[in-house]
T-cell receptor, first 110, second 114 residues
Framework: DQQVKQNSPSLSVQEGRISILNCDYT??????FLWYKKYPAEGPTFLIS?????DKNEDGRFTVFLNKSAKHLSLHIVPSQPGDSAVYFC?????????FGQGTELSVKP | DAGVIQSPRHEVTEMGQEVTLRCKPI?????LFWYRQTMMRGLELLIY????????DSGMPEDRFSAKMPNASFSTLKIQPSEPRDSAVYFC????????????FGPGTRLLVL
């Protein structure tokens, strides 16, 4: 039973354009949402987060949007850079634990 | 700051052998997490500790898996006996208790059981 879902396993974007990564969840009790970024042969690293009481959080080129009624969040990267190419994991917190989605592999082409 | 340290980085073993994975969390972090990443199931939490005490081990797949944290700077994840379906990348992560949503991951141990 996948409580956090990333339905797109991969995404390819041109450098300079916007990357939009999507995530859906099923548990309305989740209180915090996060995005992690993972390069090959490395562990995931924290990127950005949003509390369930907010609908937007911005950090430089990265913005996370939360739509609680739709149980949907998205990560926008503007402008996309080749160094952004990585696997992005959506995660939610519940009971002190992080529950991760399956990940979306982003490829930013020069 | 050395970050979370895991050893070994790669492990190849034969079915039935015991495997021990090691983790040193970031100094001062009181929460420690073990994850497993596979193609089929993605990144799943196996067990986590607060102040060296196991809090939730509901993700541990079966009795062949065990984890210990004898002190604040060391944890092990043991598989005995190992099976080919245990092949995966195992990550250790640590965090401050008040900020468990922001976890710092180690580089992972890539385990292959033949």
């Amino acid at each position: 039973d996948q409580q956090v879902k990333q339905n797109s396993p991969s995404l390819s974007v041109q450098e300079g354009r916007i990357s939009i990564l999507n995530c859906d969840y099923t548990n309305s009790m989740f209180d915090y949402f996060l995005w992690y970024k993972k390069y090959p042969a490395e562990g995931p690293t924290f990127l950005i987060s949003i509390s369930s009481i907010k609908d937007k959080n911005e950090d430089g080129r990265f913005t996370v949007f939360l739509n609680k009624s739709a149980k949907h969040l998205s990560l926008h990267i503007v402008p996309s850079q080749p160094g952004d190419s990585a696997v992005y994991f959506c995660a939610a917190t519940f009971g002190g634990k992080l529950i991760f989605g399956q990940g979306t592999e982003l490829s930013v082409k020069p | 700051d050395a970050g979370v340290i895991q050893s070994p980085r790669h492990e190849v073993t034969e079915m039935g052998q015991e495997v021990t994975l090691r983790c040193k969390p970031i100094s001062g972090h009181n929460s420690l997490f073990w994850y497993r990443q596979t193609m089929m199931r993605g990144l799943e939490l196996l067990i986590y500790f607060n102040n060296n005490v196991p809090i939730d081990d509901s993700g541990m797949p079966e009795d062949r898996f065990s984890a210990k944290m004898p002190n604040a700077s060391f944890s092990t994840l043991k598989i005995q006996p190992s099976e080919p379906r245990d092949s995966a990348v195992y990550f250790c992560a640590s965090s401050l208790p008040a900020y468990q949503e922001t976890q710092y991951f180690g580089p992972g141990t890539r385990l292959l059981v033949l």
